[in-house]
């Protein structure tokens, strides 16, 4: 059975940090891993996907990366700001099943 | 692109009732997906429907199902609600194919009491 594993829970860091947060799985035959945020009382907006080929994907100060074989993914925040602020999750698809299985997601918190 | 739409935003219903959540993928997506969100289980697959056949399910007792609708509009339905069952309950969309990435509307916060 998929597991997928966040740590730390939450983060508080000052504005201008250059941030790792971590994502590791159990079963490395993924067909991709998705990452997003989650702001309070909000649904989740895709940030980046990572395809299994792939190793890493970027988009603005974000860059994800995919080391499928040791079942980790990091995503890279660059110069951090307040609007990071929010829940961020990942979310690993199974190969041949639409079912997504996610962390549990690390709180970040960026104070001016 | 309009997004994901979901209605309502948010329910009150009491233990026993049933209830029906509705969702419009994004133009042109022809996959819906239904999660749940609680804080201690995190976000949780319930299932996935594609062209109006349920393709995927998770591991939820019957009281919930769902259906597709030719528009690929979907809709939810929990019923004897049990006091567990309040959560945020999420439906995300994408074109059809895995290479994609899910898109999510933001959800219905369901409240049983």
């Known amino acids: 059975k998929q597991e997928v594993t966040q740590i730390p829970a939450a983060l508080s860091v000052p504005e201008g940090e250059n941030l790792v947060l971590n994502c590791s799985f159990t079963d490395s035959a993924i067909y991709n891993l998705q990452w997003f945020r989650q702001d309070p009382g909000k649904g989740l907006t895709s940030l980046l996907l990572?395809?299994?080929?792939?190793r890493e994907q970027t988009s603005g100060r974000l860059n994800a990366s995919l080391d499928k074989s040791s079942g980790r993914s990091t995503l890279y925040i660059a110069a951090s700001q307040p609007g990071d602020s929010a829940t961020y999750l990942c979310?690993?698809?199974?190969?041949?099943?639409?079912?997504?299985?996610f962390g549990k997601g690390m709180k970040l918190t960026v104070n001016p | 692109k309009a997004g994901v739409t979901q209605t309502p935003r948010y329910l009150i219903k009491t233990r026993g009732q049933q209830v029906t959540l509705s969702c419009s993928p994004i133009s042109g997506h022809r996959s819906v997906s239904w999660y749940q969100q609680t804080p201690g289980q995190g976000l949780q697959f319930l299932f996935e429907y594609f062209s109006e056949t349920q393709r995927n399910k998770g591991n939820f007792p019957g009281r919930f199902s769902g259906r597709q609708f030719s528009n690929s509009r979907s809709e939810m339905n929990v019923s004897t609600l049990e006091l567990g069952d309040s959560a945020l309950y999420l439906c995300a969309s994408r074109p059809g194919t895995l290479q994609s990435p899910l898109h999510f509307g933001n959800g219905t916060r369901l409240t049983v009491t």
């Open positions: 979310a690993v698809t199974q190969g041949g099943s639409e079912k997504l299985v």
């Open positions: 990572i395809q299994s080929s792939q």
